[in-house]
């Protein structure tokens, strides 16, 4: 079966610090995957998804970057965080194509202080 | 670019009541797929049920049931017979079959009273 995981489960970074979050899937190969955001109280912003190594799209222009190195490894990143970076991080990966669910992390919570 | 719209910040009811979240979507799109998702205060999304536009009967899991009305852009979430359990954040999301992403609306808090 397909599980999915992401690190770290919770973070507290100081503002202008870099960030990696990490998520990886097992069980599945090519699959496409997805970052989100999430304010408190809110709903998913998407932030980039991939269709394949290398492949990167971006939705939301910000200081926030997304990697694929390996087909079930995606990686979010940022140089300098801000303040407005605070917020609870989802991955989620699908089977390419058609009319297939999403399946989510369990998220990161991010607190920029 | 597809839209999604849950107009209801919040709902109560009932143990045991069933209870409707409303949904509508925009996509000028014919080919499209609808999805619930439960989020509760752990954080976790967990896929509840799926829509496709070409689907000619509503869809059932269980206590869930989607009452798509495809006309009216409308994907509305039932759940019969509410238990605690239920209390979470549901989200509504549409994606389109030619596209990759998946766009979710703004939620709706359900809390079930005893």
């Known amino acids: 079966s397909q599980t999915i995981h992401q690190w770290p489960a919770t973070l507290v970074q100081p503002v202008g610090s870099p960030l990696s979050l990490e998520c990886t899937v097992e069980?599945?190969?090519?699959?496409?995957l997805y970052w989100y955001r999430q304010a408190a109280g809110r709903g998913l912003q998407l932030l980039f998804y991939?269709?394949?190594?290398?492949?990167i799209s971006s939705e939301v222009p910000q200081n926030l970057s997304a990697s694929r190195p390996q087909d079930r490894q995606f990686i979010l990143s940022s140089k300098k965080l801000l303040l407005s970076d605070s917020g609870f991080y989802l991955c989620a990966w699908r089977t390419s194509g058609g009319y297939n669910e999403q399946f989510f992390g369990p998220g990161t919570r991010l607190t920029v202080l | 670019a597809q839209k999604i719209t849950q107009t209801q910040p919040g709902m109560f009811v009932q143990e045991k009541e069933a209870v409707t979240l409303d949904c509508t979507y925009d996509t000028s799109d014919p080919s499209y797929g609808l999805f619930w998702y439960k989020q509760p205060s752990s954080g976790e999304m967990i896929f509840l049920i799926y829509?496709?536009?070409?689907?000619?009967q509503n869809a059932t899991e269980g206590r869930y049931s989607l009452n798509f009305q495809k006309a009216r852009k409308s994907a509305n979430l039932v759940i019969s017979a509410s238990q605690l359990g239920d209390s979470a954040m549901y989200f509504c999301a549409m994606s389109l079959y030619n596209n990759n992403d998946m766009r979710f609306g703004a939620g709706t808090r359900l809390t079930v009273k005893p």
């Open positions: 069980g599945t190969s090519n699959p496409n």
């Open positions: 829509q496709g536009s070409y689907d000619q």
């Open positions: 991939s269709v394949g190594i290398g492949q």
